[in-house]
């Protein structure tokens, strides 16, 4: 089981750019989340999805969107790329919510020029 | 609203000594507790969790927390640390009635030789 994957691991963007960083388990886990790690801030949860076919806002939405694809996978997408959002995204799934303890991918580091 | 703290958020010690990682948060409805762990240019892995019981949790390298439910805390303790555990940790709760985990800024161990 390769467990959660991220792609890509590394990206450079510049202001006003759009991507989307992709998220995939293997694990048949109901719930997924995306969160940020930025120095001095710990891990921040940007949006999450309980189960497939439901998304929620976490503490930091704003300037993402996210789609929940199907069971296996969660994308996030950056619509127009600032500066602020250069950090350490990182993707995980976990068997439900709250008590179940969450897997984390290897993370992908975004820079925004 | 619910929150995290992390007291250190550097701990130097000498390897072999003991260590004691201190986390306390404040929520007003009943809370899940956990410990991650992060290596180097890695994502989280999980340490050790407390959902309900005894309040001293054994968790995986010899590392154990014990919940205190009077003065809100989670400190994580290693009786003797080595080298292999110099790591980014980070404490985190998640509500009995909720969706979501809130991660403290981390603690950063740093085993000196």
């Known amino acids: 089981n390769a467990g959660v994957t991220q792609t890509p691991k590394f990206q450079v963007l510049k202001t006003g750019q759009s991507m989307t960083l992709q998220c995939a388990q293997d694990?048949?886990?109901?719930?997924m989340y995306w969160y940020r790690q930025d120095p001095g801030m710990g891990l921040r949860l940007i949006y999450y999805?309980?189960?497939?076919?439901?998304?929620d806002k976490g503490e930091v939405p704003n300037g993402y969107n996210v789609s929940r694809l199907n069971k296996r996978e969660f994308s996030l997408r950056l619509e127009s790329a600032a500066p602020s959002q250069t950090s350490v995204y990182f993707c995980?799934?976990?068997?439900?919510?709250?008590?179940?303890?969450?897997?984390f991918g290897p993370g992908t580091r975004l820079t925004v020029t | 609203a619910q929150s995290v703290t992390q007291l250190d958020s550097q701990v130097p010690v000498f390897e072999e000594a003991p260590v004691e990682l201190r986390c306390n948060y404040s929520?007003?409805?009943?809370?899940?507790l956990f410990w991650y762990v992060q290596y180097p240019n890695q994502g989280l892995q999980l340490l050790l969790k407390?959902?309900?019981?005894?309040?001293l949790v054994k968790g995986i390298n010899g590392f154990e927390a014990e919940f205190n439910k009077s003065q809100t805390s989670f400190h994580l303790r290693k009786p003797s640390v080595h080298i292999s555990d110099t790591a980014e940790y980070f404490c985190?709760?998640?509500?009995?009635?909720?969706?979501?985990?809130?991660f403290g800024t981390g603690t950063s161990l740093t085993v000196i030789p």
């Open positions: 999805s309980a189960s497939e076919g439901t998304t």
């Open positions: 995980a799934s976990s068997e439900g919510m709250p008590l179940y303890e969450q897997y």
């Open positions: 694990m048949n886990h109901n719930s």
């Open positions: 407390y959902l309900s019981g005894s309040t």
């Open positions: 929520s007003s409805v009943s809370v899940y």
């Open positions: 985190a709760v998640s509500l009995y009635t909720g969706n979501q985990f809130y």
